[in-house]
């Protein structure tokens, strides 16, 4: 029994000495019954799995895939008690106790190989039974314990696999099973690895799933851009279309949901796959194409690493603690500490882009004004409220979510980080919250509440937050400010917790839903209020999904594959049915109105109000050719 628990000692030592050398080592698990890993002393003869190796060749026609198994005996099939480690019994090949052998001697059948490949409910590949020993590495029959301390891998004993697959089942992922069966009359299983393996998206896939949402974002703007200056009650006031001044009801309906909405949406789908979660193989590196919608690019600005391969060998092999550190690995970053300092400081370009922007404009007008001996207009009074409103609508209408969740990640990684950058994450939520509290105590103290609306100065600096909602409901803008909040605790602060991020994810989109529908903040034409409602029952939807990817669940690979998909189909189905559409319909409508459907504002009574399926073709001069 001594020697037992010497050999067991030295199997969980020689686990923590070896670290994998390179990123194809993926993550695996011991699938045989937790009556065999945790039998008491004696435990039952088995195969301890300690590292799998995975190669899949993506360029050959065949796409041969060849997994490899590294890992140690332990255990007994008989009661007797084993050798000292040091004993030559161990290399006697004519001694099996405490080994797997080849042939049983009694039974006369040998010990059998078994392998798999699965995707999701489809099984590409079941191998035929075959002799175990003719599918090891690095050692021969009978397999005995390694006791020595060995530099990594590659000095364990091992078994592979390999087959062709013929096909790159790129956007899938691969659950091979490998089985050791022994050949006594029990037929007891000496082995059970399972691993999730997940090929390259590939250069098509990769582009789609990058740029689709960029494209629908970018319609979306422009979109948004046409209808508030070229539409009947638009303007090209850039103070005024820029700010919603005025807040047209049919404006309203044509501009809303907008740039800020559909950024924040895709922000969305990047971020909920960044919960600390047991996500099918291919879904983070499927959302970790919008990173870019959170300003995550591979950029290590501190460990100034050259950045994380995370296709090695033709698959994904990114492993982190933390689902925000799988995330930075597959997006191409060294260190999870890289993600708030990066974010940050991209952040701080697009606030300097803009307010340089802003400045050149200022001039511009300024010059145009003083050569074209045009009335003087007091520019200075709008330069500051504009200026500094971009920039609040910047960090408050776009990048408050990712801003928020990647501060309190910062707490989580600070003793890996260098204290200035936490110190720095500290004081930036604290001026994120200093601001919203001072937007609490404006928009409460402010009387008359018309104010907010009509002063173009305030308008320009704070409109970006309030001016879509009706004149009763500013003060609704502190429910999304605090519930992005609430989301970017969820994601950041409680990454240890996969369960309880789900759970606080899903209170902020219930008590959204919930307000929503209680006050109305929106206007009627707008169908904002349905609209916000849609996206939040969908984000909703999505977070209930995942909690099969809870790790204690054990949920089967094959079902959540296939939430997976139903997942990210809910999110396609959204950005094209809720901003794709809608701006085609927006754009649309623009157009016709520029045509001279529906009338002109001021002419024949004004341009008729609604959509285009209640302009009265009568009034349509295009229907004069």
Known sequence: MQHISAITTRLLILSLLLCPSTAVLINFENCLGPNIIYSPAPQPLQ???????????????????????YGNVTGQTTVQPLPPPDSLDWTNPNDTLGKIIDLDPINNDYSTFLAAFDVLTYTPYSAPASRFCNNTLNT????????????????????????DLYATYSFTSINAVMKIISGDAAASELACVSASITPALGTTINSLLTFLPLVVLILVAVATASAA???????????????????????????????????????????????????????QPAVSRVGWSALMFNESFVSHGKGTQSIVDGIYAANATYGLGTMSQLIGMS?????????????????????????????????????????????RAKNMPFTVGNAIRVIFNYFLLPVVAFSMFQFV??????AYTTALAAITLLILMGF?????????????????FDDLPTVLLY????????????????????????????????????????????????????????????????????????????????????????????VADAARGWIGYVILLLHGITL???????????????????????????VEGGATRGGLVKVNPTYNRVSEF
């Not at 919203?436 to 907010?452: C, K």
């Open 576 to 602: 094209f049915v809720g901003f794709f559409l809608h701006s085609l319909q927006t754009l649309t409508e623009v157009i016709a109105r520029l045509a001279g459907a529906g009338g002109e504002e001021g």
């Open 335 to 379: 260190q999870p500490e890289d993600i708030w300092a990066g974010t940050m400081i991209w952040l701080l370009v697009i606030i300097a882009a803009a307010i340089v922007l802003s400045q050149i404009g200022f001039v511009g007008r300024w010059a145009y004004r003083l050569f074209s001996n045009t009335q003087e207009e007091d520019l």
């Open 413 to 418: 990684v600070a003793d890996q980080s260098p």
């Open 229 to 283: 200056i070229f539409s009947p009650w638009g303007t090209n006031d850039v103070f005024r279309w820029t700010s919603n001044y005025g807040r047209d009801a049919d404006l309203l309906r044509l501009i809303t949901p907008g740039f800020g909405d559909c950024l924040q949406y895709i922000q969305f789908i990047a971020l909920s796959g960044s919960l600390s979660l047991n996500y099918p193989g291919y879904y």
């Open 436 to 452: 919203a509290a001072w937007l609490l105590w404006l928009v409460a103290i402010t009387r008359p509440r018309s104010y907010l």
């Open 140 to 163: 021969a029959c009978p397999i005995g314990p390694v006791f020595s301390n060995v530099t990594g891998p590659t000095g364990l004993p091992a078994f592979t696999f390999a087959h």
């Open 463 to 554: 409109g970006p937050l309030y001016n879509t909602y009706s004149d009763h409901a500013a003060a609704f803008c502190l429910i999304p400010l605090l519930l992005t909040f609430l989301r970017g605790v969820a994601i950041g602060a409680v990454q240890p917790s996969g369960i309880a991020q789900l759970v606080l994810l899903a209170i902020a989109e219930v008590v959204l839903i919930l307000m929503l529908n209680a006050f109305r903040p929106f206007s009627s034409p707008t169908s904002m209020n349905l609209f916000h409602t849609f996206f939040a029952v969908v984000r909703l939807l999505t977070i209930m999904l995942m909690i099969a990817f809870v790790p204690s669940l054990s």
């Open 47 to 69: 195969w301890v799995p300690l590292f799998v190796n995975v190669v899949f060749n993506s360029s050959a026609p065949s796409h041969n895939l060849n997994v490899t198994v």
